[in-house]
């Protein structure tokens, strides 16, 4: 319970005032000469039980009166659980707010769970009063401050958005804003659906985000306005692929996924409303289970486009935010390799490698140059650079590096004179071969199979690196990335960090006696074809984007599992000149990234044309299940941690005042004590002494004896003289 | 209260208001000389009781001539006695006796009435003996008929010091054996003792064929305790003092107080008192006056 006029319940010792009454009263009592004791004693010695409890009551309902009294006047607040602890106004109020697509779940009346949040805060808050009001959205996680709480509510950061959620990160940002800020007492609202996609118990920021608020100096309480409940029959649509084929027509290769929570009727039908640039097909997906996925639906395009746009709906449901997906499609750029080599016969395989297409249907185009015809390099559409020869010199680097800064992406392997013994000079981007190792067989230590060009396929297999034999490699200076490395510590293979596209040495050449690269070409196939594919992904006409993420993370099923999570620093900036294409209105240019859409970068300066890029929420935005009510108290843990669950739609408010209710105890103690105080019906004087004529004796004088006759039972009474 | 050393408790004028009225006995008397009272032996009255057989060695003055001349034998007229009274006044000077809230205290009521009473009697020629009493009989002053004895009277009650416990039943006890056969016994006390108590002195009293009467003293604050401060109450008879808060206590003070009433009126029906409960409030003319003119109506047979 906390109150609104905390300062009043320092009167609370006022509560003692009866009982100190009572004391004074005792202590000032009169000393009486009195004769008849013995009525006295005998009044004592009889049974009092009750007129002790009487006063005793009295003196509790009197206390209770005053107590009643300096809580209604503190204005005590009390939530649904009467959970919130004490405090008085926070210095600084921050709301975490969880904008995912979940939270966008409707409940009674169509009110979503965080419309319902927003209200439901905005109203415990206008209650509570706060003298700074910090917002922290899921979307952007960066602290806005406001000056009052109606302008954080009605803040344009507080609608629903398609990025996921970030618990943690969010939780990060408010103690890194406590930290620089360092405000007084404070009190953290957070109001989320509790999902276990945003909330990531197993991540290891939980421990690091408690030991933070655990060491600050100031009092940080945290209130969780949770909305747990799943809506009983939820339906939900993502786009896994779409690309364009000229096979049997102009189409459009759609793959989607269609889920739903829930029990789901067999054969029950679940149409699909398809729209590309303006048309629009119906399909009726047959609900098997709960998941069913549709590929390589043929939609048929009109004439000769080539590229563009689509969304795909359901039906509106409980959910609206994830009804809709979003895709766009092209043709696949060339697959262009351009293969700079001092020795072809060295840099066959890996010329092989890269000439072969992994669907066997694209046509691969690899063109070998010798360093000395360089002067007829053309970068721009290509996919990839192989450079096995000496590194680009001046005249020839700044191209190289353009072209990295687009998106490129360049594999080096060490040129012929140096595995022929002969020193090599020059560098690129601050690497440089050092000398070459001919008689040391080394194999592979260890490499990077999570990320990168070694990564496991998308099954889970990992690349048979380790069955590679490396007879000679070369040995690399400058600053680097190891992404496998060989027995006595030398790399095999490095990545070189820069802000976009892939710049990778690797050590050892394909030549046969050098290296196994070519014998067991697995390994080189693959981390070819995958710097063949980041290349196209940065050349190409699409892009697909998960909402929120700042741009690397392919939606593309294939392009997940394959992604190298190159770099491209300058997205942020090419996101900041989008407009949206296709998408829900009246989002701010500021939240183009965090809505499901489509949308196109202007580039005024160059005019190209920039890709078409669709924005979807995350694949663990569907997933369902929430937080147990352990796993969170274990993330709280050691936290000064309130929750009330609520549910969409909710009228009442969670905190409110009832200084009503204690202002009815004190009534009604006040009733009782005025009950208990009521005297009892005492024998009148008169009475006792057997002359019912008599009311009192001091005021009459006209009193005689009260006689007894002996032998005639016979009482006279005298009247009034 | 101390009570000073005079005789204000004496009223002449009261007292020639009264002495129209006759002092009573409610039965026959053994007075040693004639006087008011009915006697239960013949005298010299006036008043014709019997005709008995002369038996020799009877006067012959009282032989009726006229029932000889009538029947020829001898009979002896007889007339009923008249006879004075001794009266013991039992004056209680207990500690509790000095309690009053009107002005006035029990005891000093107590004086009143019995100075009053004694010098009424005497006056009409009875034996007025006196008894201060607290937890034993402190002073005694055996039964005199002369009017000197007035001045020893009034002087033991002013003298009278109250202090010490009641023991009045002890008391009773020993004055009904030791004070002559048929006496006009007059208790002026609170009576704080038992009902059964007082049921076994009156009884014993009334065997020794004593007539009782009894003044049942009590102040009006004693009967309403009507305090609204926690007291702490002293005991004017030494006993243990008892701190109370009067509003929680008061209800069975009064219990108390009731019973303890009832139960002293159903032994003094009982066992035949004349039994006067008296609020000090109240003039004790008028008390004396009621008490005398009832006791009139109700003279004593012989």
Known sequence: ?721 | MSEPNTRSFFDPQVVARLSALPLTARRPMLGSVSGKHASPHRGASVEFAEYRKYVPGDDLRRLDWRAYGRCDRFYVKEFEADTNLRMVLVVDTSGSMDFGSVGTTKLNYARSVAATLSYLAIQQGDAVGLACVADGIHQEIPPRRSASHVKTLMDTLSGAVPQGETGLETVLHELAETVRQRALIIVLSDMFIEPDAMRDCFEHLRFRKHDVSVFHLLDPEEIGFDFHRPTRFLDMEGGTAIFAEPTEIADRYHDALSEYLTAVKKVSLETAVDYRRVIIDQPYEKVLTDFLVDRAFHRGKR
């Open chain 1, 1 to 721: 319970m906390s109150f609104l006029q905390i300062g009043m319940l320092a009167a609370l010792p006022l509560v003692l005032l009866p009982v100190i009454i009572h004391l004074i009263n005792q202590w000032r009592y009169q000393t009486k000469q009195w004769g008849a004791m013995m009525f006295l004693l005998k009044a004592n010695k009889m049974a009092r039980g009750y007129a002790k409890l009487r006063q005793w009551l009295i003196m509790a309902a009197r206390m209770l009166v005053i107590a009643g009294l300096i809580f209604a006047i503190a204005r005590p607040l009390a939530s649904g659980l009467l959970g919130w602890s004490a405090g008085g106004r926070p210095d600084t109020t921050i709301l975490l707010l969880d904008r995912s697509p979940s939270m966008q779940q409707a409940g009674r009346g169509g009110q979503s769970k965080l419309e319902t949040g927003r209200r439901q805060i905005a109203d415990a808050l206008k209650t509570l009063g706060s003298t700074h009001w910090v917002l922290i959205d899921s979307a952007t996680m960066q602290p806005q401050s406001f000056e009052s709480l109606e302008a954080m509510i009605d803040a344009p950061s507080t609608d629903g958005t398609s990025a996921a959620a970030d618990i943690p990160g969010m939780l990060q940002a408010t103690v890194d804003y406590l930290n620089n800020n360092q405000p007084g007492a404070s009190e953290v609202w957070l109001c989320s659906d509790l999902r276990s996609a945003d909330w990531q118990p197993d991540s290891g920021r939980w421990k690091a985000v408690r030991e933070a608020f655990a060491k600050m100096p100031q009092t940080v309480r945290f209130h969780l306005v949770a909305y747990p409940e799943s809506a009983d029959s939820d339906a939900s649509i993502r786009v896994l692929g779409a690309r364009r084929t000229q096979a049997e027509g102009n189409a459009v290769l759609l793959s989607m996924q269609v889920s739903q929570s829930g029990t789901v009727a067999s054969g029950g039908m679940m149409p699909v409303r398809i729209e590309i640039d303006g048309a629009t097909t119906e399909l009726n997906v047959e609900m098997t289970g709960n998941q069913v996925t549709v590929r390589d639906y043929r939609v048929p395009l009109a004439g000769s486009v080539d590229r563009g746009w689509g969304k795909v709906s359901i039906p509106a449901d409980s959910n609206a935010a994830d009804n809709e997906a979003y895709f766009v499609f092209a043709d696949p750029p060339a697959r262009r390799v351009v293969l700079v080599t001092d020795d072809r016969e060295a840099s066959a395989a890996i010329e092989i490698a890269a000439a072969i297409s992994p669907d066997g249907k694209s046509e691969s185009t690899v063109e070998v140059m010798a360093p000395e015809t360089l002067d007829s390099l053309v970068l721009d559409d290509a996919a990839v650079l192989i450079w096995q020869a000496a590194l680009p010199d001046d005249e020839i680097s700044p191209a190289v590096k353009r072209y990295v800064d687009g998106g490129g992406q360049v594999l080096f392997f060490p040129p012929s004179s140096l595995s022929g013994g002969l020193d090599v000079e020059g560098e690129f981007l601050g690497v440089s071969w050092q000398s070459w190792v001919g008689d040391e067989k080394a194999l592979v230590e260890n490499w990077r199979g999570d990320q990168d060009l070694l990564a496991a396929t998308g099954s889970g297999v990992g690349l048979p690196v380790g069955q590679l034999e490396i007879n000679e490699h070369a040995k690399l200076g400058g600053e680097f990335t190891q992404l496998a490395t060989l027995s006595g510590g030398d790399p095999l293979l490095v990545r070189v960090p820069t802000a976009r596209g892939g710049v990778y040495f690797c050590t050892a050449t394909a030549a046969s006696g050098q290296s196994t690269l070519a014998s067991n070409g697995i390994v080189l196939y693959v981390a070819v074809q995958r710097a063949i594919r980041q290349g196209l992904d940065a050349i190409g006409q699409t892009g697909n984007r998960v909402a929120g993420s700042t741009g690397e993370d392919a939606v593309d099923e294939d392009a997940s599992s394959e992604s190298s999570g190159a770099g491209q620093g300058s997205a942020a900036e090419e996101m900041a000149q989008w407009r949206q294409i296709a998408g829900p209105t009246g989002v701010l240019s500021s939240e183009y990234t965090y809505q499901a859409g489509v949308y196109q970068a202007t580039n005024e300066t160059t005019e190209k044309e920039q890709p078409l890029v669709a924005v979807n929420r995350s694949v663990p935005e569907d997933q369902r299940d929430t937080l147990t009510d352990s796993q969170l108290s274990n993330l709280f843990a050691g936290l000064d941690y309130s929750r009330v669950d609520d549910s969409a739609g909710g009228l009442e408010g969670i905190v409110q005042e009832i200084w009503r209710f204690f202002l009815i105890l004190m009534i009604a103690a006040m009733l009782l004590e005025a009950l208990l105080c009521i005297p009892r019906r005492r024998a009148s004087a008169a009475a006792i002494v057997g002359r019912p004529d008599v009311s009192g004796f001091k005021k009459s004088d006209s009193r005689s004896a009260d006689r007894t006759t002996a032998g005639s039972d016979r009482t006279k009474e005298t009247s009034a003289a």
